[in-house]
């Protein structure tokens, strides 16, 4: 059974910094491209940013230079740290598989920040 656990979330204020971290079970995790995904209040879940089993990363144009997204296979673990944080950037932030798999999605972590 795949487990993906996230955590990292909290309030913070504008210009400032979150990591994020994804801990996966049941999975090859080695094996697996792995991405960062989340949804904003009223919007559909968008993509934000994944990153191969070789470490080749790819992000969203809108966090492009702010967030960096690394994997440790050795922990099952993908990170996503984000700096200077804007507001729009407000929403759950949920990790899985890239291209993601339905039934892989985890409650996510919340991210706010304020203005």
């Known amino acids: 059974q795949v487990q993906l656990v996230e955590s990292g979330g909290g309030l913070v204020q504008a210009g400032g910094s979150l990591r994020l971290s994804c801990a996966a079970s049941?999975?090859?995790?080695?094996?697996?491209?792995m991405g960062w995904y989340r949804q904003a209040p009223g919007k559909q879940r968008e993509f934000v940013a994944s990153?191969?089993?070789?470490?080749?990363?790819k992000y969203a144009d809108s966090v492009k230079g702010r967030f960096t997204i690394s994997r440790d296979n050795a922990k099952n673990t993908v990170y996503l740290q984000m700096n200077n944080l804007k507001p729009e950037d407000t929403g759950v932030y949920y990790c899985?598989?890239?291209?993601?798999?339905?039934?892989?999605w985890g409650q996510g972590t919340q991210v706010t920040v304020s203005s």
């Open positions: 990153i191969t089993r070789s470490g080749s990363t």
């Open positions: 049941g999975i090859i995790f080695r094996f697996i491209a």
């Open positions: 899985n598989t890239s291209p993601w798999a339905d039934d892989y």
